[in-house]
């Protein structure tokens, strides 16, 4: 009867970070969900899940239990949760409407070239 080796693993490296279409602090829009239409700003991007926590939407109820050590009530808070990124598109300030946004090059003041983010309607540069 024949066996089969294990193979062997060779040295695993991290991946590499992606590079997803929004950043903390960026204006987006919910274009699926509960909170379709809705705009707010990104609080925390979680990039092992691919997903964002925006300021203000996708509120779930949650019951928290009482810790006098930290000096917590308890009771039923409302909390934001994550949305996944596709369901979110950046918000475009300056033409009004969600855009989706293309990669380019720009000089930074010392020479430099940089990649930056363009958004692809109004044509503005979003990274600084």
């Known amino acids: ?68 050590m930290a000096g917590d009530r308890g009771g039923i808070i409302e909390k934001e949760a994550p949305l996944h990124l596709s369901k979110v598109m950046l918000y475009d300030l300056k033409s009004s409407q969600p855009t989706r946004i293309r990669r380019g090059t720009a000089q930074d003041t010392s020479g430099k070239t940089k990649r930056v983010r363009i958004a692809k309607k109004s044509g503005e540069q979003l990274d600084d």
């Open 1 to 68: 009867m024949l066996t089969r080796q294990k193979s062997v693993n060779k040295k695993s490296s991290a991946p590499a970070p992606a590079k997803f279409h929004v950043k903390k602090g960026d204006t987006v829009m919910v274009i699926a969900g509960k909170d379709k239409g809705k705009t707010g700003t990104v609080k925390r991007v979680l990039s092992d899940k691919n997903q964002v926590l925006v300021d203000g939407l996708n509120l779930v109820k949650k019951a928290v239990k009482p810790n006098p």
